[in-house]
């Protein structure tokens, strides 16, 4: 990992936008992920995605939609709502998981949950099998409950997609590169992997910051090993990292203190990255 934005005024590399390949702007239910829990709520409504967040402790709540994609640009406009500047939020990309991808389930595990496991040479007694169906019960219960008391939002699962959904919540943990800003004006990019959250570029003030209950315009660049943060047209900051190559696109936010945080997001557009 390398700091770039402390010894230049400018950005490191040059990056242009090559061919659109995801536009979002959330005038439709069930096209990116949405979860409602006890202290947050992730949901598209009236053409935004907003993100409310009853309390804090500075855990990041996230949601991630679409392709897995490794060099882009992403561009989203964001609005703080609430009061407090205790808070952060943005975008994010390379975050592990297939949310919203058509995931083909395991057909062994589907046959086990449907109780149509193909018969072996010798057909398993009854409590042979009652004791793998406890078995596997468990383990997917666990992997539930592990997402649901992360800062990770998990999806809103049917009776018939659930064996799909709960792999596919285990597989998004949390790693990938978070873009965030404050209201009190201070930007930092960042490297997630799970519950843990390295700075890359440690938070920094910035004029280019619209404060308090405001818009702005976001762009994140991730191209290679190249990060880099545009505020509201403006190059913030950059640095390098080769730890995630590809993943999701996603939205963060998370507040500090009891009084929580309100952002809208839209227009979340995703081109591909091109180098010089």
Request: proline share 3%.
């Amino acid at each position: 990992m390398c700091l770039l934005a402390a010894c230049s005024s400018g950005p490191g590399r040059t990056v242009t936008t090559g061919d659109e390949l995801a536009r979002f702007d959330f005038s439709e239910p069930q096209t990116f992920e949405e979860g409602v829990y006890a202290n947050a709520t992730l949901r598209i409504n009236d053409g935004v995605y907003r993100i409310a967040l009853n309390q804090g402790d500075n855990e990041v709540w996230w949601a991630q939609w679409g392709d897995t994609v490794d060099n882009v640009v992403i561009d989203v406009e964001v609005e703080q709502l609430s009061e407090p500047n205790e808070n952060a939020y943005g975008v994010a990309c390379r975050l592990k998981g297939h949310v919203g991808q058509d995931v083909e389930a395991d057909p062994t595990l589907a046959a086990i949950a449907s109780g149509e496991a193909a018969e072996a040479t010798e057909e398993p007694g009854e409590e042979a099998t009652a004791e793998a169906t406890a078995e596997m019960t468990e383990e997917s219960t666990a992997a539930v409950e592990e997402v649901a008391t992360t800062d990770e939002p998990a999806e809103t699962e049917s009776d018939e997609e659930s064996d799909e959904e709960e792999a596919e919540a285990v597989l998004a943990n949390g790693d990938g590169y978070l873009f965030l800003i404050q209201g009190n004006g201070s930007f930092a990019i960042m490297r997630a992997r799970g519950r843990s959250i390295l700075p890359l570029v440690d938070w920094t003030e910035s004029s280019l910051i619209n404060q308090g209950p405001a818009s702005n315009e976001l762009r994140a660049v991730c191209m290679d090993d190249y990060l880099a943060l545009y505020i509201n047209g403006e190059f913030a900051g950059d640095a390098t990292d080769d730890t995630y190559s590809s993943g999701q696109v996603g939205l963060a936010a998370s507040a500090a203190n009891r009084l929580g945080v309100q952002v809208e997001f839209d227009n979340l557009i995703v081109h591909e990255a091109v180098s010089g």
